[in-house]
């Protein structure tokens, strides 16, 4: 029996191979689980946009029945092709401010409304709703808009991890740091896998706001003959990167490195089950890679048993049970052939089902009940 109703309202569109997406996914599909009745609200904003609901369980692979509901977006963000940040701002702006207040028109007395949109929070803040704001990096946007709120009794923030909390903290906000998490039942369903000795997985988005993450720096490692011994597999998109990759490593004759492009969710969590080392890899041109990020992948490393490997940014330090990383420095071959050998003599197996993504919607829960 539904006992409550939660709405969330996003920026995002759908599909998308973002982690974010996937992240918003993966929380409205344990809120189900959690007796939660769902509704979920995002701009048609891309041409390859859908709320077909038999698309989006392929895309996503899940099961759980939920509203996907698009909403029309006539503005110029996603059609006009310069200013684009700007274009951004305005059209945000514009789709929240109109789509919330009608939202609110069809909601119920016991509504929880939860987003990650600046102006969402915005406009349901103005309305005096029940509202979850998940803050995953900062802005000037952002900090203008948690300074309006910041009064409202009835908001409350979710931070991504304590660099983040603390960046906030002259707001005393209403608030919590929790994690990402890992979709436990998922994995559970490859629980069986025999593991690979010496099979190093990268699992995510191959470009990070539109930048490359450095994955350059980890292809030439393994040409060192230290790691000649292992096999790397490159797991994501956009297909215009993994080709580019691909090419490289190519030109560069490693047969050690095998990149698949973007695999479906149980395919990826086969293959990060099978492997026995995973690796964690930014660039430091953004202050969200080096500082706020709680990446979906280590938890899914965690979870599998993997021996995790990790560039030493704040943010990957900050992580719970970051002793399991062994770390090395940015774009210090030496230091990071030294952790994969390190890692391959080490055994990570441990219990982790309190980072279940599941767990994580249960501390919301507990969260907006209390306060």
């Known amino acids: 029996m539904k006992t409550k109703s939660l709405t969330y309202i996003t920026y995002q569109t759908f599909p998308a191979e973002t982690a974010n997406s996937l992240q918003t996914i993966s929380t409205v599909k344990y809120f189900i689980k959690n007796n939660f009745d769902v509704k979920l609200y995002f701009p048609l904003r891309e041409k390859n946009s859908s709320d077909d609901i038999n698309d989006l369980k392929k895309f996503y692979s899940i099961d759980e029945e939920f ?3 698009g909403m029309k977006h006539n503005l110029p963000f996603g059609k006009i092709k310069f200013l684009e940040a700007l274009w951004f701002h305005i059209s945000h702006f514009l789709w929240s401010k109109k789509n919330v207040k009608n939202i609110i028109k069809t909601s119920n007395d016991n509504e929880i409304f939860f987003t990650r949109s600046d102006w969402v929070l915005y406009f349901l803040a103005k309305h005096d709703m029940d509202t979850v704001f998940e803050c995953h990096q900062i802005s000037k946007v952002r900090s203008w808009v948690l300074k309006k709120v910041s009064l409202n009794k009835k908001v409350k923030i979710i931070f991504l991890n304590d660099n983040l909390e603390n960046y906030y903290e002259k707001l005393n906000l209403n608030s919590i740091v929790l994690h990402s998490g890992v979709d436990s039942i998922l994995f559970s369903n490859f629980k069986n896998t025999v593991k690979k000795e ?3 997985v990268y699992v995510g988005n191959l470009l990070r706001f539109g930048k490359k993450r450095n994955l350059d720096f980890i292809i030439k490692a393994f040409s060192y003959d230290e790691l000649k011994k ?6 994501g998109g956009p297909e215009k990167e993994a080709l580019r990759l691909s090419t490289l490593i190519k030109e ?6 095998t990149i698949t492009g973007r ?3 149980e395919e990826a969590a086969k293959k990060i089950m099978e492997s026995s080392i995973g690796i964690l890899i ?15 992948k280590y938890f899914e490393y965690l979870y599998a048993n993997l021996n995790i490997v990790g560039v030493d940014f704040p943010a990957h330090q900050n992580l719970p049970y970051s002793d399991k990383i062994a770390f090395f420095k940015k774009d210090n071959y030496k230091d990071f052939v030294r952790c994969i050998l390190e890692s391959a003599s080490k055994n990570n197996r441990g219990n982790f089902e309190k980072i279940s993504i599941d767990e994580r919607v249960k501390e919301i829960i507990k969260f907006v009940q209390n306060n």
């Open 67 to 69: 509203k996907f509901v």
């Open 230 to 235: 292992f096999n790397l597999l490159i797991i």
């Open 263 to 265: 695999l479906n969710r």
């Open 282 to 296: 930014n660039d430091d041109e953004n202050i969200h890679s080096t500082e706020f990020t709680s990446p979906l």
């Open 198 to 200: 010496n099979q190093v």
């Open 252 to 257: 560069s004759n490693l047969e050690n490195i």
